[in-house]
């Protein structure tokens, strides 16, 4: 497995726990008045391993690297929108394809 498509799982991963930590918020299943950095801690994550997906897959899987590269603007977006309103959630998943996108790609042949 390149290192960049096990970036690309980890972005995956971290993303959907913190999508579905988010969920759970917004709908009270979950609480976290005391730990809400449980929640950002997971964004960034998700942000940081999708930056390191497009940067390992420019040397051993550009089209990795390409289909990573989108979730990029959304996940810059959302620190800017507020978290109760209903884009929040609406520009969050429009990260999910890409992501999805990205680990779905082979690794190149050499």
Do not use: Q
């Amino acid at each position: 497995m390149s290192l960049s498509r096990g970036l690309a799982i980890g972005a995956l991963a971290v993303y959907a726990t913190t999508a579905t930590m988010g969920v759970g918020l917004a709908t009270g299943a979950w609480r976290n008045e005391r730990h809400r950095w449980v929640h950002h801690v997971g964004f960034i994550a998700a942000t940081t391993l999708t930056a390191a997906t497009v940067v390992a897959g420019l040397r051993d899987a550009p089209g990795r690297a390409l289909a990573a590269a989108p979730a990029l603007l959304p996940l810059a977006a959302l620190p800017r929108i507020r978290t109760r309103s209903r884009w929040h959630p609406t520009v969050a998943l429009t990260a999910a394809p890409w992501l999805v996108a990205a680990v779905a790609r082979p690794d190149r042949k050499e």
